[in-house]
């Protein structure tokens, strides 16, 4: 009985040293999800974009509008854990409700621009464009730029 | 600069530009939006590959799916103008019909993606998630990763 023993403390050894490297790769996990999806966002709204500048045509206007509520809804359940890091300003916790508020709105006003544009094309979702994303308001004051 | 705020000043400057530039912008336009579109599926991507590798709770994979899904679809009309460039290799439009079947096919795919993530579950989609993302089959024919 004396062979397994040492293999055991090994074992636990093993784990006590993975314990801290793995939770910080979890925290670094929260951070990178939330980045992708902030990501995606600005791609589509680079897109819109080019659509509003006439460098594009309108036709797909509403998918990527459709995109950014899709997105704009999932970030809510990205941002949950309390995970401070990245670009994010720890206040966005504190004041989750406003936060998750702006999320919420963020997400009506760009499905409303689908709609929008389904149903009147350019000419009914265009002026809305600039009111719908709320991008710079929020980070203004939860995003801390570090480039 | 975000692109919202790139939209405000951006009137006066594609007035400025128009004079001299306006087909090199255009192309370079045309190049950039496939680019978005592209960008926009690997970031849903990375996200459903975070999920599958449980690195974060999977309660939103029904939204990535879909949101791959509608991007898949606009991918084929973004890269119809036949503009070279970015890394796309000369072969997208010289075998357009090829490049653009494997389009169809991927965006088929994808809504299937989202039709058995709804009906059965996201679990299941994921367990053939290789066979609705197609994408590195059709890089390594016609994209140039060396590129920029």
């Given at each position: 009985m004396t062979r397994p023993r040492p293999r055991l403390s090994g074992l636990v050894l093993a784990l006590v040293l993975m314990s801290p490297v793995s939770s910080r790769a979890d925290d670094q996990d929260v951070i990178d999800y939330r980045q992708h999806i902030m990501k995606t966002m600005n791609e589509e709204a680079a897109a819109i974009a080019q659509i509003l500048q006439q460098k594009?045509?309108?036709?797909?206007f509403a998918t990527h509008a459709e995109i950014l509520a899709i997105t704009a809804a999932t970030a809510k359940k990205a941002f949950e854990p309390k995970v401070p890091g990245g670009?994010?300003?720890?206040?966005l916790w504190a004041n989750w409700k406003d936060f998750s508020k702006r999320l919420d709105d963020l997400t009506a006003a760009t499905a409303d621009l689908a709609r929008k544009a389904k149903e009147g094309g350019m000419a009914a979702a265009a002026p809305r464009v600039q009111s719908a994303l709320t991008c710079d308001s929020c980070h203004d004051i939860y995003r801390e730029k570090k480039d | 600069m975000s692109p919202v705020t790139r939209m405000y000043g951006v009137v006066a400057m594609v007035t400025a530009l128009i004079a001299s530039n306006a087909i090199a912008a255009d192309d370079k336009e045309i190049i950039d939006y496939r680019e978005h579109i592209m960008k926009t599926l690997n970031e849903q991507s990375a996200a459903l590959g975070m999920m599958l590798s449980m690195a974060v709770p999977d309660d939103n994979a029904i939204a990535h799916m879909e949101a791959i899904a509608l991007a898949a679809k606009m991918a084929p009309k973004a890269f119809e103008p036949k503009v070279q460039g970015g890394?796309?290799?000369?072969?997208v439009w010289t075998n357009w019909d090829d490049f653009s079947k494997r389009m169809d096919d991927f965006a088929k795919k994808t809504d299937e993606m989202v039709r058995v993530a709804k009906t059965k579950g996201a679990a299941t989609a994921m367990g053939n998630i290789i066979e609705y993302l197609p994408c590195k089959s059709c890089h390594d024919v016609y994209r140039d990763e060396s590129k920029k």
């Open positions: 594009i045509p309108a036709a797909d670009e994010a300003k720890p206040v | 890394q796309s290799k000369p072969e």
